[in-house]
């Protein structure tokens, strides 16, 4: 079953419980860009954002970890309310990252680049809940879509399937309805989306057509 995420990293900041409410009838997970201005050129948000948030909602937070160094922040994503967090594959000591979201009770997610081949990731298949591969380069919403990505997704989606494993798997990056379409062609079936849904005049029913469209 497809999975809508909306990224609050386009929302507006000075609204975010607002804009949070808006789209939850749709949000079947809420995804939260973490950035620390030197795993990507850019700077969002963390746990105290992530603990003020847990307070106004039970939608499911997935905390996409864009940061350097994921190991000194997991159990502060834990204690905040994270339910998911991923990890960069790119980073290295995966395993070792691996068995500290087990042990604080988080849901594992691993995130690939888009100029990480698949082969990066396919140690830990057996290991984790969710893969997310990135379908832009990370680091800013509203960037255009990597169709070549797509390969990789179809290559994911094969070996998850002949593994038997239910491992979620998630597209982020320049989502809409048509790129969603194409990624979930291809196999994908959580779908992160910033801008096309926090930038449409109305988010809720932007989310509502994405989830049509790669339904
Ligand atoms: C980019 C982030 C994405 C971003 C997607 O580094 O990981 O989650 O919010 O935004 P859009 O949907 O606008 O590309
Ligand atoms: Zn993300």
Redesign the pocket.
């Known amino acids: 079953m497809a999975r809508i995420a909306p ?1 609050i ?1 386009s929302a507006d900041f000075a609204s975010l419980a607002d804009a949070i409410d808006q789209v939850k009838p749709e949000a079947d997970l809420l ?1 939260v ?1 973490v950035m620390d201005g030197h795993f990507v050129p850019n700077l969002t948000i963390g746990p105290p954002v992530v603990a003020s948030l847990r307070k106004h909602t039970d939608l499911y937070f997935d905390c ?1 970890l ?1 940061i350097d160094n994921p190991a000194e922040f997991l159990d502060d994503f834990a204690e905040a309310g994270a339910d998911g967090c991923s990890v960069h594959v790119e980073l290295g000591d995966v395993p070792e990252l691996i068995r500290q979201m087990r042990e604080l009770g988080l849901d594992v997610g691993v ?1 690939v680049n888009p100029e990480t081949p698949f082969d990066a990731c396919e140690p830990y298949l057996d290991d984790i809940d969710l893969l ?1 591969l ?1 379908t832009v380069h ?1 680091g800013f919403g509203g960037q255009e879509f990597m169709p070549e990505v797509m390969e990789k997704v179809r290559q994911a989606r094969a070996e998850l399937d002949r593994r038997n494993l239910g491992v979620a798997l998630q597209v ?2 320049g989502i809409n309805e048509q790129t969603g379409a194409l990624a979930a062609a291809a196999g994908a079936d959580v779908f ?1 989306s ?1 801008s096309a849904i926090f930038h449409a005049a109305d988010p809720l029913e932007a989310a509502r057509r994405l989830g049509a469209a790669v339904a």
């Open positions: 990224s990293l995804h860009d996409h864009m995130a997310l990135m990370p982020d990056g992160v910033g």
